[in-house]
């Protein structure tokens, strides 16, 4: 039977390689998955989401395997899946998802009903939400195959845009969802809060989306200077000069039709020498989003923060500027992104060629599992990639 490795979550910046049974169709808690798949990964991405687990401040067990984001092939399937076969590649949205519940026949699968016995309508790979394990490993068991996968239609064409197709698991989703929500459609003018991985594929989101003027900002030189390069406006944060100042110098105006946060709750405030200010995107979209315009607002807050400042931010309760806000009728939506709902039209629109300036935003590097402990540390100080680990060498070998 093949060795099972993965990275493990060990404490406040501490990952490391495991090794793990071969995984077998059983779910958290001895659930019967006859209805799962197991997938060989191809491909796995280290994620923001898991850096706040890495750097303490989302609560994990200690052992647990991280990782959300997986692509791969199909190895072997339950009695009671249908229409995945195994050869198939497949790309796995981070959400668990029944596919049977209410909210996941509303295509709410962000909340499904039915896969964490914890008290959350909730579930996700190596994210303590349900307790199912994280996919940066050499395999993944998928519950639900039928319902989870998204199999791509032809396998040489899947790997010669794998580094593409990798994002449709979250990220491209996500950010695009995060434009979709605060209304981003044909010449709307956006700003998008974080230039990380998240921010940047929304950027591209909101491209695909038609919006005329994109502003990302961030205070990350780095990331600012990626963006910038692949073609879209950018705010400077790290500067005296105040967000609505810096739209204004780019747009004649003081307000966008639509903004994104794609930063979260480990945000930090704006101007030189800021600190942590966990409501200063939320702040700023409430300042800057025109009246009855909207926002997405995918960067996640939670209560259980361990390093908020006071005791009303860890139990995730804000200093929001509603009562000011209130007035100009915001709309908002907030919560994990319900892959389901946009990966397959997005995997049509990278294999249709409408998306070819996805990969100079992403800016992806590739490591190896052994490689992937130095790249969570690398993403933790702000680098500019985003990083895929490659557990079998399946990438290196089709390039
Ligand atoms: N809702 C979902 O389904 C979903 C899915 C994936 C990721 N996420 C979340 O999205 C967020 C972004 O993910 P990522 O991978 O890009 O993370 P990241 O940490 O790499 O990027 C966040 C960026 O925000 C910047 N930033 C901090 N404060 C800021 C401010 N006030 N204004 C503008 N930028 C600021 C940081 O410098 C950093 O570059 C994270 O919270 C992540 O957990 C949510
Ligand atoms: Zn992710
Ligand atoms: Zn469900």
């Not at 898991?50 to 609560?59: A, E, L, V």
């Not at 009562?323 to 629109?349: D, E, F, H």
Request: glycine fraction near 12%; charged fraction near 20%.
């Amino acid at each position: 039977m093949a060795s099972n490795r993965a990275l493990a979550y060990m404490g406040p910046r501490k990952v490391e390689v495991t090794t793990l049974d071969y995984p077998k169709l059983v779910g958290p808690g001895g659930r019967k998955c006859d209805h799962g798949a197991i997938l060989k990964l191809i491909v796995t991405n280290i994620c923001g989401s898991d850096q706040h687990i890495y750097r303490g401040r989302f609560p994990a067990p200690k052992g647990m395997v991280m990782g959300h984001e997986m692509t791969g092939e199909v190895v072997e399937v339950g009695r009671d899946v249908e229409f995945i076969h195994t050869g198939d590649i497949c790309s796995v949205p981070f959400n668990v998802s029944c596919g049977r519940c209410r909210n996941c026949m509303e295509r709410h699968t962000d909340v499904c009903m039915n896969v964490n016995d914890q008290g959350i309508d909730c579930g996700a790979y190596g994210f303590n939400l349900g307790g199912w394990q994280g996919g940066q490993a050499d395999y993944l068991m998928v519950p639900y195959a039928d319902w989870n996968l998204l199999r791509f239609p032809d396998r040489d064409q899947a790997m010669a845009k794998i580094k593409d197709l990798t994002f449709l698991s979250d990220i491209l989703p996500t950010g695009f969802h995060g434009c979709v929500v605060a209304g981003v459609s044909t010449g709307s003018t956006v700003y998008i809060a974080g230039a990380g991985p998240v921010g940047r594929a929304a950027a591209a989101g909101a491209r695909l989306l038609g919006a005329s003027c994109i502003i990302v900002g961030d205070t990350d030189q780095g990331r600012l200077e990626v963006v910038k390069k692949a073609g879209y406006e950018i705010v400077d944060l790290s500067k005296s000069t105040p967000l609505p100042d810096q739209i204004e110098e780019i747009l004649g105006h003081r307000e966008v039709d639509c903004g994104v946060d794609c930063v979260g709750f480990e945000a930090h405030g704006h101007g030189p020498g800021a600190e942590d200010d966990p409501v200063a995107v939320l702040n700023g979209l409430l300042e800057i989003v025109r009246a009855g315009g909207g926002m997405g607002i995918p960067g996640i807050y939670t209560a259980g923060d361990a390093e908020a400042k006071t005791e009303a931010v860890k139990k995730g309760t804000y200093g929001l500027d509603f009562g000011k806000a209130w007035i100009k009728s915001p709309s908002l939506t907030a919560g994990q992104c319900p892959v389901k709902k946009y990966n397959r039209n997005l995997m049509m629109a990278i294999l249709w060629d409408r998306m070819p300036y996805l990969s100079e935003v992403m800016n992806v590097e590739v490591v190896s599992l052994d490689q992937a402990p130095e790249a969570y540390r690398l993403f933790d100080e702000g680098s500019p990639k985003k990083y895929l680990i490659d557990p079998h060498g399946s990438l290196k070998k089709a390039a």
